[in-house]
């Protein structure tokens, strides 16, 4: 005791050196463990279930692990399958191997080659594990294939042909050719068919993954024989693939595009055959199972030599592909290969001729558009996009793109940050529609660059300085979707971007193509920011295009000036609505700018009451968008009226709001949206207004607020026509009701097609030079006249596709004829007994005391 006391007095500083006193009477806990050499109490150490190892493994394959690089992934693999192989008697570790490894294919396509290695692996040590995976994947795959969900589809193929070494003979391949039958069926009864398309995509896509994991003599004939006929249906030119081009040929100057079209099945096509050339090296795709190798002295050798043993063989499962297959999308168009860096000079990203340009970029763009609602977890994956291929396949990440013209001796020069970027990009540009909404692609390119800026950053700008180089040749739509996610992207770092290298571009005319992305751009980011705060990041080049007169949150009060015709009358009328005057004061004022505008001889006297009046309302509500849209809703009643009595006077009403709102056009454009919701106006005057009353000799086709209105009304009308067709097809609303809805289909079917051929009308005249007032009264250049000649080129493209692919949709050949079901039977109902009847049986049962003794008893 004494010693014990002794080392704590040191320890504390020494206590009786210090002449104090010890008080503590009693020996304590911490004396003990002291003596024990324990210095504190130390929790047992559990040990980690195998269930929560083999999740952990599956979930985290080939990831970085608190950045640092993947460390053995084959060895980590090859441990997980022997764990669940050793631990398939716990319920829970088949559960979690299955269920783990098959939603990590349906759900992060890039791990599918690890999936199938960790199956592989626990094959070997134990083949029934190996069985189980492989019938619930192909349960999976039945079931895709009868609901038509072609990616999942798919995605199953290629995590089957990955575990091409655990079947006998054929394995996947005869499964394939089915897949070819069906295509051909298609492909025979429409010209026009996309889903045979698709089918064959899928095929090209599973060959490499089958032929890497198994290079037999005897698959490369079948594959060899399957590539004969896919390039049939590969190298047919689609009808519709005019539409789908992202570089049209505008005026016909095909050689000037920056990239040649491609569609991505020919794509594929050719690879494929390449790669037959050079003897299918796949270098791309990543290996990782190696046959587990046996100490041979278990055989009897003595000589400490090893041999792979030889895993259990399993029959292909049946897997039938139904006939017809299920089509069920409309909206299924050619995908034509778009790429931002593709066949350069310098290769960043995989060059068009080899086959991991479209495997990478298969597997990037699934995971993306699968994992649309976790952002953070979709950047992760495209900044390691290296770890998921083969070593060596992309250079460093964060390598310049200046230090990639130095790299000699077959180094590779891919960027992973641009394959990257490329496939978003892909995604953002496809057309008709991307798959999500843009905002999608457009927050996954900002996690992206959060995460990684040196190496994102660089690639952003030679993507933008790519695409405004040939901002003139781009598909309309996508020129728009690009100025979108340019103004998106720049407000969420602060509105910088080197605004200096398009100086040079200020001077041009406004209707010029680059000089109105600028103007575009710039009110874009106005809209998310304030004229202030943009005009203090653009160079002094720039500050003209950003007026002083922007910073005004109220616009003025026209009518203020005495000058204006109707000043008086618009003022009291300003002074009459703020007080909330009543309706017949109201009235008295406008029939007195009606009787005045009579007297001036004004051919449409209801025109300048409604300007007088629209515009009143506007200045009140000017504080914010709440504020007009509760004096819109109070005054609706007053403007539906003088909307319906003049088709001048509703095109009035839409000229008053886009210029008292002229200097901020998005708060024009939403304006202009809710009066169509209150219907004060139609779409079809929205239209009218636009290409017909402004068309200003087609200048107006340069204006990107004016592509705004035009696709916002047309959208709004395409959404109502869906919901309509949604509703007809709801089966749990009774068949009297879906007959009324069938009834106004047409009607609404013929209001979108209405629209569709007036925008044809009016931008055909100009693509041709044949608009009235370009005709009669053209004041311009002829070289301004071949840019707007240009412009309505570009925009019939647009409307054309647009229509085109409203009419796979809601058209009557895709509607079909409502049909009314057959009756579901009810089901027989057993006929009741009576009720003395059963008594009299349970008395019987019950014995002599009858039933009333044994219901005494319980009580």
Known sequence: MADVDRRRDDRNGGAGFRGGRNDRRKRGREDDEYEHGNFRNQRARQEVPPGTRIRRVLVEAAEDVQGREPVDVKGALSNVGKLAAEN????????????????????????IPFMAAAVLYANEYKSEAAAEVVAAATSQLQEALQDGAWRTVKLLLRFIACLSPLFE???????????FDRAVDLQ???????IGIELVKIILLTIPYLIAANDSNAIKEQVAELLEKTEIVATAPHSLDVLVNPYPAIGGDDESRPMAFGGVISLIQRQLQEETNKGWPLSCIPRAFDPVKREAEANGD???NEEHASSQKHAFPVVEVPSPVYANSGEVFPEAFFSLYADQDVESVPPTTHIACSLIRDAVVDTVNILDFNRNATSKYLNELDNFWTPGTFTRRETGFDRLKEYTGGVSTWKPEDVGID??????????TPQHRLICYHSVITEVCKLAPQAIAPSLGRAIRFIYRSIDQLDLELQYRFMDWFAHHLSNFEFRWKWQEWIADIPLPEIHPRRAFINGALDKEIR????????????????????ASKEKDVPDFKYADDKMPYASEARALLKLLKEKASEEQIQAILDDVRDQATSHGVPDPLVPSTDVYMTCILNVGSKSMSHVISNIDRLKDKLSALATQSEAARRQIISSVVDFWSLHPGNAANIVDKLLNYTIITPMSVIEWALHERMDRGRALASAQMYELVSHTVAKV???????LQQRANTSLPFDQRQVIDAVLPRERQTLRDLYATIEDAVASVANGSQDEMMERYEGEEEERAIIMQWGERWARVWRRKAAVEEAVVGEAAVGELIEPEPVPEPEQEPVADMNDALDAFEAEAGAGGAMDIIDEVS
């Open 88 to 111: 398939w008697g716990d319920e829970y570790v088949r559960e979690v191997f299955v269920a783990v490894a098959l939603k990590v294919v349906a759900e992060q396509p890039l791990k």
């Open 718 to 724: 395409s959404a109502r026509v869906r919901q309509v």
């Open 188 to 194: 025979t009864a429409s010209s026009e068919d996309a």
């Open 302 to 304: 003595t000589n400490g």
């Open 169 to 179: 003979e054929d394995g996947i391949v005869p499964v394939l050719n089915e897949l």
């Open 423 to 432: 496939a978003l990009f892909s995604q953002i540009f496809k057309l008709p």
């Open 528 to 547: 998310l920011s304030f004229a202030k705060r943009i005009r203090e990041t653009l160079p002094d080049p720039f500050q003209a295009l950003v007026p």
